[in-house]
């Protein structure tokens, strides 16, 4: 059993996450972002067994409200009346796309200092829509027509002093891929082969997920191009390289998200929840590009902050690794610093699928960031959604197949913020 | 659990056709304008659509002139009103409904303010505002 690092205990015992779907999908039609926002939070909610009055505090997580939602500035007071939640503290965390989980973070903190008994945390974001600032949210336009929109070479941007940093111009994407074949010796054709059979697996789980953004698994998507091999197809020009090691099915899909997730002092869990999840510990790290190979870094960084406390810890025992994958060298640099799979031996274990969900060191069942989809600031509570129905044996039909009490999710967001949680089954 | 239904389009959708919807709580009775689809008095989620109709009592004005700014850095509301008119803040509201709202009064001057104070709560009539968006909002107009 791991120790849980809190002077209070915190549990989980309530959980939602919606569909990653576009606006532009039937499944969302004439809906905006309110009442996504207003589905996640009462469903956590009746997931919890609680009513919006039990809840003492909300942390939100959205990075571009500004833009997406009509110029509106921290629109706290709204969400909270469409959630039942009016008149309770709310904090609105925005750091990029480690928000979710820094929200999740600060939730349960509020917790374990003793301040509150049951805090939600909650997200919502909207990156391909926007609705425009003389217009209700519904009215929503495709964010290409926003004058302005972020790309990541222009956002991530060091204004300060006017140079590459965060995940701009593929900083992210390039150096975890030069960094393997700097150090594990393999050729830039086994990189390309490895990154293709991991966006082949992340797949293979998300057409296991019907909550997934992107189903149909590259196998089929190769036969319908005319090639048997799907291998050939991930190499041909239908999957074009879009940096030098990242091909388009190794880069990150983004879609509306929403999603909530309540912790509580782990003394009144079993009141609220059958099978309630202890939350361990977290760590969480923020950096820049001064140095090269920072993203690597700040995983070593997290690494040793969050296994530091812990007493005959072994990674290995890890059930389920959730990690985020902007694109594909993350998933591979991240398992591998967390000790999670063998260092400069994780590449074999995605070309020989060993990361699907069924089998013997699954990765991001859901589909992960290549598949299941990313939205921002929500991302991260998505990625906790997920390791709390595969610890609860309810995730359906991307459930692991195995006991899944010990699991590791790992975040980033904006190139600057890393993000590491522990949580275990220890009811 | 929870299922997800349009809330906003319904809303401006009907007030295009003159009518103000609001929602009433299943459970408590509690009736809320805007509407939305979590009750604010129980937490319930079991609320139905109510047409509010096109009166309001109005319960406070809070007389200014909307034509006059602070710095550029504070302008009102009003920017993407298509009509000009100037008009105050209310607190009102529906007689169907149990809860209190802001909203834009019109016909409410220097000249007649006094009066309408001292004959309050009154009965204001509904004034679908056209905002430069392409939709209505829901403002109230003093009767002559």
């Known amino acids: ?427 | 659990m929870y299922k997800l239904r349009p809330i906003l389009k319904p809303y401006y959708d009907n007030l295009e056709k003159g009518k103000i919807l609001g929602m009433k709580c299943a459970d408590c009775g509690d009736v809320v304008w805007p509407p939305l689809p979590t009750c604010q008095k129980c937490g319930s989620t079991n609320l139905d659509w109510i047409d509010l109709g096109t009166e309001a009592v109005i319960d406070e004005i809070r007389f200014e002139d909307s034509s006059v700014a602070g710095d550029y850095t504070f302008r009102k509301a009003d920017e993407f009103f298509v009509s000009k008119e100037p008009y105050c803040i209310c607190i009102g509201h529906f007689p169907k409904g149990t809860r209190q709202f802001h909203a834009a009064l019109y016909g409410v001057t220097e000249a007649n303010k006094d009066q309408l104070i001292s004959q309050l709560p009154i009965t204001a009539d509904a004034e679908f505002i056209q905002l430069d968006g392409g939709f209505k909002s829901v403002g109230f107009r003093v009767r002559a």
């Open chain 1, 1 to 427: 059993m791991l120790k849980q690092k809190f002077a209070r205990p915190v549990s989980v015992i309530g959980t939602s996450s919606l569909p990653q779907r576009t606006f532009d999908d039937p499944e969302y039609k004439d809906l905006s972002v309110y009442e996504l926002w207003a589905a996640a939070c009462n469903q956590a909610m009746q997931d919890a067994g609680v009513k919006p009055k039990d809840i003492d505090k909300v942390v939100y997580s959205q990075m571009a409200n500004f833009v997406t939602c009509g110029n509106v500035m921290a629109p706290v007071g709204s969400l909270e009346e469409w959630a039942g939640l009016a008149g309770k503290p709310i904090t609105h965390i925005e750091q990029a796309c480690a928000g979710g989980y820094l929200a999740f973070n600060e939730a349960v903190n509020s917790v374990a200092s003793g301040k509150y008994d049951i805090v939600m945390c909650a997200g919502i974001e909207s990156p391909k829509h926007f609705n425009a600032r003389n217009q209700p949210a519904y009215m929503l336009q495709p964010i290409q027509k926003y004058d302005g929109w972020w790309s990541p070479g222009r956002a991530l941007f060091d204004t300060a002093y006017s140079r590459f940093d965060g995940v701009s111009d593929n900083l992210l994407t390039e150096e975890q891929g030069k960094y393997y074949i700097k150090h594990y010796g393999i050729d830039e054709k086994t990189l390309d082969d490895t990154y293709n059979a991991m966006a082949i697996n992340l797949r293979y789980n998300a057409s296991h997920n019907p909550r997934a953004l992107a189903r149909t698994p590259y196998s089929e998507i190769a036969k319908k191009a005319g090639y048997d091999d799907v291998m050939a197809y991930m190499r041909s020009k239908n999957n074009p390289k879009i940096t030098q090691y990242i091909r388009k099915s190794g880069s990150v899909l983004h879609n509306v998200e929403a999603g909530a997730i309540i912790v509580c002092s782990s003394d009144i869990a079993k009141k609220y929840q059958d099978h309630p999840i202890t939350v361990i510990d977290h760590a969480e790290v923020s950096n820049t590009q001064r140095f090269p190979f920072c993203f690597h870094q700040m995983n070593v960084d997290v690494r040793d902050a969050l296994y530091g406390g812990q007493d005959n810890f072994n990674p290995d025992d890890l059930d389920l690794m959730i990690t985020t994958v902007m694109t594909s060298g993350e998933q591979l640099d991240s398992a591998e610093v967390f000790g999670y799979l063998p260092e400069g031996e994780g590449y074999k274990y995605e070309l020989d699928g060993r990361t699907r969900f069924d089998a013997d060191k699954p990765i991001n069942p859901h589909g992960g960031d290549l598949s299941f989809g990313h939205g921002f600031g929500c991302a991260g509570i998505n990625m906790l959604s997920e390791a709390i129905f595969q610890m609860r044996g309810t995730a359906g039909t991307d459930q692991v197949p195995k006991p899944v009490n010990d699991v590791l999710v790992r975040g980033m967001g904006g190139g600057h913020t890393t993000v590491g949680i522990l949580l275990e089954n220890q009811d």
